[in-house]
């Protein structure tokens, strides 16, 4: 009997105790949904930045694991390792505030929440409490919040405003969108010529531009400042198009007036072809959509870009006219920089009304887990200047896009 009572024992104990092994392994490996354990505040690494417009968060203690694929057409690899110090901006208005959230929480759930790069918000008023705490609960790195001196968010004293004024005017008659309105031409000036030297992108090396109510597509489980710097790509883009030729008369003998007296600023292998169809006579309106653009800002600190900028503000067609950041920054790029400088994102998948990129190849959106229609995709329209930088730059096309052309 006591044999009996004793090898029962021992059966239940064995239970007990298998059935412990597994509760452990369970604890110990977690969910596959789980986040990253952090380490305590106390021992999160300090910022010189640091106050009360700024929130430290320390970066998962997941290491991020070396992707084995090729990027863009020009089928360049991604290296892991140390992350670069670089930074999203976003200019915004406290009123952009949840239109801005939904941006972030797509850029933080396809690439961030790997990465845990800083962000930048920059505003012409000071951001209120809510703004800050909000977007600050959501951003998994560092959170900075810069005022736009008024000097740079303000006509300078050599426009004259009655001349502005009058330009306004003749655009709201031909319905040009943004055409009366005079806080867009101060953003377009401040994006071309100012963002940049805000003190608080001082450290970095790129950044990543990100505006309220746009959508990321695909994961992006890649480094993409760290592919950037290592492939020496200086500036980079997703969706081309014209500009209206209506907002910028005369933005192209402007540039042209520069370029006959600083020939040195021309880069040998510069991409002149792509902005123009004539040999540079006149401007095809050609440029990067530049509310996605990932860049080099020492470009923007270059004498180059600076001697450029200060010749078209002095110009005054932000003002008299309505030249927008992107055809701007754009010319620069194509006629700055080198060829193999300039990247187009292909895998990320991106959208701001009214355009879609998104890649056509099915085999890159099932690898991206992309949640687009490749039918909506504006890169491979007649309308889009894509189609054309890949042939200036000899770029094969993505798989399947002549489907999606016309």
Not at 24 to 45: E, F, M, N, R
Not at 108 to 132: A, I, P, Q, S
Not at 159 to 182: F, H, L, T
Not at 250 to 257: A, C, P, R, S, V
Request: glycine content about 6%; proline content about 5%.
């Amino acid at each position: 009997m006591s044999s009996s009572r004793s090898n029962a024992r021992i059966i239940r104990f064995a239970v007990f105790a298998l059935l412990l092994i597994v509760c452990g392994y369970i604890l110990s490996t977690g969910s596959s949904y789980s986040t990253p354990t952090a380490k305590p505040a106390s021992d999160a690494p300090k910022s010189d930045a640091a106050s009360k417009d700024t929130k430290e968060v320390s970066p998962g203690s997941s290491p991020v694991k070396a992707v084995q694929q090729t990027v863009g057409a020009e089928k360049l690899v991604p290296v892991p390792g140390e992350k670069i110090k670089a930074t999203f901006v976003s200019l915004a208005r406290n009123s952009d505030l949840y239109g801005l959230l939904k941006s972030i929480r797509q850029v933080e759930d396809r690439f961030n929440g790997k990465f845990h790069y800083d962000w930048v918000f920059l505003n012409d008023e000071e951001f209120t409490d809510e703004f800050k705490e909000t977007t600050s609960s959501i951003v998994s790195g560092t959170t900075k919040y810069g005022l736009i001196p008024k000097e740079q968010w303000s006509y300078p004293d050599w426009i004259d405003q009655a001349k502005a004024a009058e330009g306004r005017e003749k655009m709201v008659e031909k319905k040009v969108i943004y055409g009366g309105s005079v806080p867009y031409r101060h953003m377009c000036r401040y994006e071309s010529g100012f963002f940049w030297r805000h003190p608080l992108l001082d450290e970095y090396e790129y950044y990543w531009r990100v505006e309220p109510d746009i959508n990321i597509f695909c994961d992006v489980d890649y480094d993409i400042f760290k592919f950037m710097k290592d492939n020496k790509k200086r500036y980079s883009f997703t969706i081309t198009l014209p500009e209206y030729k209506e907002t910028i008369p005369t933005l192209w003998d402007t540039t042209k007036e520069f370029i006959k007296n600083n020939q040195q600023y021309l880069a040998k292998d510069n991409m002149l072809e792509w902005l123009s169809s004539d040999g540079g006579e006149t401007y095809n309106g050609c440029h990067f959509w530049s509310n996605f653009e990932v860049a080099d800002l020492n470009f923007w600190r270059s004498d180059a870009y600076r001697a450029y900028f200060d010749h078209l503000d002095k110009a005054g067609g932000f003002f008299y006219e309505r030249w927008g950041d992107a055809p701007v920054h754009s010319i620069a790029a194509a006629l700055f920089l080198n060829k193999d400088e300039i990247h187009f994102f292909d895998d990320v998948g991106y959208f701001h009304v009214p355009f879609n990129n998104c890649p056509v190849d099915p085999e890159i959106r099932k690898a991206k887990r992309c949640a687009c229609d490749p039918k909506d995709d504006f890169t491979w329209k007649d309308y889009s200047c894509t189609k054309k930088f890949h042939t200036v730059k000899n770029l094969p096309r993505m798989k399947g896009w002549e489907n999606f052309s016309g």
